[in-house]
């Protein structure tokens, strides 16, 4: 099969940022299906320019035998008009971009939000090739927008976004849900019922041989150091922004009473000089605020970890990458999550779940985390790891997707 997908923010492992599709294409592709990744060269956390197009404003590459077509968008510095005009940018461009490439038609095509532009593009071009189309939902607009507080209900920009949704579900010919909330709230929101649930995974074969990369930059300087001065590293990895709920790291930082444990940060984002400047007001100096690495050095950067962090604000519709990552790397975690579907490591045994909010909560779990032995704190790395190999796998999250594809395709 030819498969085209098209994510705004897809990346591949030389930077931060979610490489969900390149691990599935990756894996598709070894099935001797050929995979295209339309994505934006703009790094939507770097919030800079990261190829080098043509005179046509594209480049393409290859990467591990996954074509990846790289999209030139409109640039932007804050959460503001301009991040709009990015993401209507991607899709707008499309429309010009991919007749000049000159590719064999696709078999399928998948459109997968993050921003719902990605599944109208996805859409047309499904509809010009007279193909099956799949819509991938990782996250709902305006759903996630209004159960954060950030949009109301009624308002124009929901009720813009409600109409785009319902016109691109109602055009799926299937649709891939990263959450067990969102089957239930397509059909009860639309009717619809051909929802496919496969949520984020890990490619452990390329997780553990990446622990033994070489870590030479100043990420991993500043964390050796840290651990040459004693610390006990609590470490959160991802974006510094609102909807991870930083708030939450620097609240409990700030109870903290144990002297040797560092809450360390690792992530870019549009707020985290305000972050920043917040736990430098506060003179706190068992927080800190460090750069991200490549994707394909998340393995090596965990394994510095004592104990894994994940927190995040009131977003249950989505599927937490870094929750796959931390349980590979066989690290002791503590969550503080309002999507308790994701929440999931105390019902296997490999740490401890916080009141969602609650840095009282928190804190006490670190306190009790620190006082485990060292096997103890082991034991709940290899259950988390275990979990992983069974539940999130990449490989059974590929072959679920082939599956889906041919299904389609047959039926087409």
């Known amino acids: 099969m030819n498969i085209w997908i098209f994510n705004h923010y897809a990346q591949g492992p030389e930077l931060p940022g979610g490489t969900r599709h390149y691990d599935l294409a990756k894996q598709l592709v070894s099935y001797g299906h050929n995979v295209t990744i339309f994505s934006a060269g703009f790094h939507y956390t770097l919030l800079k320019e990261t190829v080098v197009y043509n005179q046509y404003g594209y480049k393409i590459e290859d990467k591990d035998g996954v074509k990846f077509v790289w999209i030139k968008t409109f640039p932007y510095k804050k959460n503001n008009i301009k991040r709009m005009i990015n993401i209507i940018s991607y899709a707008w461009k499309l429309n010009f971009v991919v007749p000049k490439l000159g590719f064999d038609n696709p078999d399928i095509i998948i459109g997968s939000t993050v921003h719902p532009f990605a599944g109208v593009i996805g859409y047309r071009f499904a ?22 507080g950030i949009w109301k209900k009624e308002s124009l920009a929901s009720r813009v976004f409600k109409a785009i949704e319902k016109y691109t579900v109602k055009r799926a010919d299937a649709i891939i849900s990263l959450s067990p909330m969102t089957e239930r709230y397509l059909k009860d929101e639309y009717g619809y019922e051909k929802v496919i649930y496969i949520p984020n995974s890990v490619d452990l074969e390329y997780f553990n041989q990446n622990k033994s990369l070489p870590d030479m930059n100043k990420t991993f300087e500043q964390l050796q150091k840290l651990k040459d001065n004693g610390k006990k590293i609590y470490m959160f990895t991802g974006a ?51 750069d991200p690495v490549d994707k394909k050095l998340v393995p090596k950067l965990l394994n510095y970890a004592d104990v894994l962090l994940l927190v995040q604000g009131n977003v249950q519709w989505g599927s937490s990458n870094k929750l796959y990552d931390y349980l590979a790397a066989k690290k002791p975690i503590i969550t503080s999550l309002y999507a308790k579907h994701n929440d999931v490591v105390e019902n ?18 670190i306190e009790k985390m620190y006082n485990l032995s060292d096997e103890e704190k082991e034991q709940m790395g290899e259950k988390a790891y275990a979990y992983v190999q069974q539940n999130h796998n990449i490989k059974i999250m590929a072959k679920k997707l082939e599956s889906l594809c041919k299904e389609l395709v047959l039926n087409a």
């Open 240 to 290: 510094i922004v609102q909807s991870n709920s930083i708030d939450m790291f620097i609240e409990t930082a700030k109870k903290l009473k144990i002297k040797d444990i560092q809450v360390v940060l690792v992530g870019k984002g549009q707020e985290r000089v305000k972050y920043e400047q917040i736990a430098k007001n506060e003179s706190l100096s068992n927080i800190s605020f460090l």
């Open 348 to 365: 296997i045994g490999c740490g401890y779940s916080s009141e969602h909010g609650n840095s009282d909560d928190m804190v006490k779990n």
């Open 127 to 148: 509809k010009k090739y007279k193909i099956p189309f799949i819509f991938e939902i990782r996250d709902l607009w305006p759903q996630t927008f209004i159960d954060m």
